[in-house]
C-alpha cells in the first residue's frame, strides 16, 4: 500500500492514545527496508522526531515477523531495542504497545501501537483494546473504492459516517464505554440561500464545518450528514464531556461571527443523545434521538 500518511486513520490512533493514557500513537507500514507512518499522534509534542526507521530494529517489525502484539514495558532494558536512536535519547521511547494490522489478503503489514516516553507496564486490557481499534483500520483497508468526504466541506460523509460510527459503537460497547452524538444543524441556511445566493451558502457550510472540527477531539467523528446538518460522535464520552463540546461551539461561533466581518452569523441548532454500554443503538437511531431542540447562541437567526 501506499507509505504516505492518511487522516482517515488519525481518529482511530488518537483514540488509541487517549484511551490508553499514552502520549504517542502511531499506526506504521513495515516495507522491504523502513518503518512508515500512515498516522502519529503526539509525537512531535513529546519531543520525538520518528523519521523512517529502520525495518531491522524497530518495535513494529517484530509485531510484522511474529504477527502476535508485543508489550516492552522499558525498552532501555530490553536488549532488542536499547540501541536504538529513538529510545537511548531524551527524551525517548521507553514503552510500547502494540498489535498487528492485516491487509484484506491477510498478510500481516504494519502495527497499531501507543509508546510513552517513561516506562511503564500497560494494564491486560490493552492489548484487547489495540486489537479491536486495529479490527476498525482494516475495515478500511477493503479494496472496495468508495467516496469518504463530502466534496463541499471535506467533513465525513453520511454513508461513511454511518459506517464508521456503527463500528466504534461496537468498541465503545466492548470496551464499557457511553458515547455521545451530538447533532448541529446550521441556523438560517434557507434564508441566507434565498437572499444572498447558494455561493454564500456554501460558503457558510464550509466555515461551519471548519468551526466543528477544531472544536471536537481528533478521535471524534465528525460529518455533513443532511443539506444543513452535521452529527459528531464522541466515543468514551458522557453528559459533562457533551456539555463541555457544546459550549466550545457556542463560544468558538460566537468569536467566528465577532472577528469574521460576514454579512451573516454562523450559529448552530444543537442536540445530543448519550448512548450507555450495552444499550440497544446504532448511528440512525442516535441520530433521530438527538434532532436538535435549541439554538447554540441568542443571534442564531440568520441575517
Known sequence: MDTAAEARFDRFVQLAARLSGAPIGIMSVVAERRIFFKSAYGAKPAGIQLGQPSREYWFCSHVVASGRPLVVANAREDDRFREITTVAAEPGLVAYAGVPIRAPGGEVIGALAVLDTVAREFPESEVPALLDLAALIEAELSPLPYVTTDALTGAMNARSFDRIGNRMLEFG???????????????????INRTQGTEVGDHVLA????????????????????????????????TNAARLVIDRIVVHALEHNRTSGNLYTLAFHLGGAVH?????ADVGGLLVTANPQRPAAPDAAAI
Open 173 to 191: 460497547d466492548r470496551r464499557g464505554l457511553g458515547s455521545v452524538m451530538l447533532r448541529a444543524d446550521v441556523a438560517g441556511l434557507g434564508q
Open 207 to 238: 466555515e461551519a464545518a471548519q468551526l466543528l472540527e477544531r472544536t471536537v477531539r481528533g478521535s471524534d467523528l465528525l460529518a455533513r450528514i443532511g443539506p444543513d446538518e452535521f452529527a459528531i460522535l464522541l466515543i468514551g464520552a458522557d
Open 276 to 280: 450507555l454500554p450495552g444499550e440497544a
